[in-house]
C-alpha cells in the first residue's frame, strides 16, 4: 500500500494535498522536488520504487498524460554529496536500508550493525524519515529524456516543467566558472520568465515581477554566484530590466527551448559521464558518456570528440557483478550485485542498488571498511556483436548507476516497461588480466582478446 500526501510546492502544475489516515504499518518519507517542493509518502514494506515514482508524477498535473518512464528516484548525501540512484524494482525496505545508514553507501557494508537497520524498519511508528533528521535525502528527478526537447514539450508539458525547474536548479548550484555573463543575464530573465508563466503580460506587471525577485527572492535564485560577483547590484538590475523586456512577451514553449540551447553553450546537462576502466585488468581509464544524443559514447582525451559506441535501441541485455578478486569476503563471491547478503520474505534485502562506500563504517567505531575498494562489472549485450561491451567501475554504486541509466533510455526510446537489466545473472569467473571489453577498440568494431569469454545469449528479458 502507497499513500500520497502533497504539500503544495511554487509550480502550479502540482495537485493539492490530500489527508490520508496514518497507519500502524506504514512508514513516512519525504520525497524532495527541484521546485523546492516535496511530497510526503506513506508506504508499506510491500512498495518499490515503482511505485513511489508513479504516485508522486500521476499526482502533479491531474488531468494531463505524464509519463512515469522519464522519472527516477535517488539518495543525495547531505554532507559528501554522493548520489545514489535507486533501480525502479528497488524495495522500500532497500532504500531505507540506505537511508539508516549514513556512513557508508553500501547497505552491505560488515561493519553497519544490520540488527539494529532492521529494528528500526520493523517499527511501527509514524515518523518521518529522509527529511531534515537523515543525511540521505530522497529526491525524484528526470533523468531520462528524449533527444528533441520541443517534443517532450509537446507531449508531456508537465514533465518539461519540472526538467526545466531541475535543469536550471542545477545550473545555479553548480556556480560555472567563466559563464559568459550576457548568457548568464539571459538565461536569469528566461527562469524569472518561467517563475511567472502564467501572470498577465503588461509593462506594470513586469516591473513588478523584478521588484519582488529582487526584494523577496533575490536574483542568486536565478543567476549564478560567480556572475553576481563581478557586476555590481545597480547595474545587474540594468542589465535584467533591459533583457527581462526582451524574453516576456516569449511563449511558454519559446522561452522553455531558449532557456535550453542557450544553457547548452556553457554548461552540459543532458548527459551523464562515469570514469571507468576498460577492462577488469588493465588500468586504462576513460569517461564514459551517456546521453540521449550520444547514447552511449566513451573519450579517452577530453580534446576529442567521444567515439559512440552504441545506441540505445541496439542493446539486448544488462547484467552487473561483482569481479570476484576485489573482495575480501568469501560470501560476496560470484553474487550479482543486489545479492550479497542472506535475504527472507521477514528480513529486508540491504544489499540494495548502489554503494562505493566510505572510508569509515558504519556503527563499529574506529573500524575502516573495504567497500571503495570493491570492483564491479557492468556487461552491455548490443545486438550484431558476439561480444558483450565490458566496463570495469570502482565500488558498487557506479556501475549499478550506469546499469539504470541505461536501461532507463532502453525504455524510454523503446516506449515499453520492460527492462533489459538481468539482476539475477551470474557470470562465470573470469580471471583478474583478462576481459572483453568492446570501448578497447575504436568505433564499431569488437576484436577478441585471448582470455575473454564469450556471453552466454539469454533471449528472455525480465520486466523491471
Not at 53 to 68: A, D, E, Q, R, Y
Not at 88 to 105: E, K, R, W
Not at 441 to 447: A, E, L, N, Q, V
Request: hydrophobic share 30%.
Amino acid at each position: 500500500m502507497v499513500d500520497l500526501n502533497i504539500p503544495r510546492g511554487h509550480s502550479p502544475h502540482f495537485s493539492p494535498s490530500r489527508q490520508t489516515t496514518q497507519t500502524g504499518d506504514t512508514q513516512t518519507l519525504h520525497v524532495y522536488l527541484p521546485n523546492h517542493g516535496f511530497r510526503m509518502i506513506r508506504f508499506d514494506e510491500a512498495s518499490d520504487v515503482r511505485q513511489i515514482i508513479n504516485l508522486i508524477v500521476n499526482s502533479m498535473s491531474p488531468g494531463h498524460k505524464t509519463n512515469p518512464q522519464s522519472y527516477a528516484l535517488r539518495l543525495r548525501h547531505m554532507l559528501t554529496k554522493e548520489v545514489l540512484w535507486m533501480p525502479p524494482d528497488t524495495s522500500m525496505c532497500q532504500v531505507m536500508a540506505h537511508i539508516f545508514n549514513p556512513s557508508c553507501s553500501n547497505a552491505d557494508c560488515p561493519n553497519v550493525d544490520k540488527s539494529t537497520i532492521a529494528k528500526r524498519m520493523q517499527q511501527k511508528t509514524s515518523g518521518v524519515v529522509g527529511h531534515a533528521n537523515s543525511v540521505w535525502k530522497a529526491e525524484l528527478r528526470v533523468r531520462y529524456i528524449p533527444k528533441s526537447l520541443k517534443e517532450l514539450y509537446e507531449k508531456d508539458r508537465t514533465s518539461c516543467h519540472f526538467y526545466f525547474d531541475q535543469v536550471k536548479q542545477d545550473y545555479i548550484q553548480s556556480n560555472v566558472p567563466n559563464i559568459d555573463q550576457d548568457i548568464a543575464v539571459q538565461l536569469c530573465c528566461l527562469g524569472i520568465r518561467h517563475y511567472y508563466k502564467d501572470a498577465n503580460h503588461s509593462s506594470n506587471d513586469r516591473k513588478q515581477h523584478l521588484e519582488y525577485i529582487e526584494k523577496e527572492m533575490g536574483f542568486s535564485n536565478f543567476i549564478p554566484k560567480s556572475v553576481i560577483d563581478t557586476i555590481k547590484q545597480k547595474n545587474l538590475k540594468k542589465l535584467i530590466q533591459a533583457a527581462y523586456k526582451k524574453v516576456y512577451s516569449y511563449t511558454e514553449m519559446e522561452y522553455m527551448l531558449k532557456f535550453f540551447d542557450l544553457l547548452r553553450t556553457q554548461y552540459t546537462f543532458d548527459q551523464e559521464q562515469f570514469n571507468v576502466q576498460l577492462s577488469s585488468g588493465w588500468n586504462i581509464r576513460v569517461d564514459l558518456i551517456i546521453g540521449p544524443h550520444v547514447g552511449i559514447s566513451y573519450s579517452a582525451n577530453p580534446q576529442a570528440p567521444p567515439t559512440k559506441v552504441t545506441d540505445f535501441d541496439s542493446i539486448e541485455r544488462i547484467t552487473t557483478s561483482v569481479v570476484s578478486s576485489s573482495l575480501t569476503k568469501s560470501d560476496h563471491q560470484g553474487r550479482p550485485l543486489h545479492q550479497h547478503s542472506k535475504n527472507s520474505k521477514d528480513q529486508p534485502d540491504l544489499t540494495s542498488s548502489c554503494g562505493s562506500g566510505d572510508k569509515k563504517g558504519g556503527d563499529k567505531k574506529g573500524v575502516t571498511c573495504s567497500c571503495s575498494e570493491i570492483k564491479t562489472q557492468l556487461r552491455i549485450k548490443v545486438s550484431g556483436n558476439s561480444e558483450d561491451l565490458t566496463i570495469t567501475c570502482d565500488g558498487i554504486k557506479t556501475s549499478e548507476s550506469i546499469a539504470d541509466l541505461v536501461d532507463g533510455y532502453c525504455r524510454l526510446f523503446n516506449n515499453t516497461d520492460i527492462s533489459l537489466w538481468d539482476r539475477t545473472f551470474i557470470p562465470k569467473t573470469t580471471p583478474s588480466n583478462s576481459a572483453t571489453n568492446s570501448l578497447e577498440k575504436s568505433g564499431h568494431h569488437f576484436k577478441k582478446m585471448s582470455d575473454s569469454q564469450s556471453s552466454e545469449k539469454h533471449d528472455s528479458r525480465r520486466s523491471s
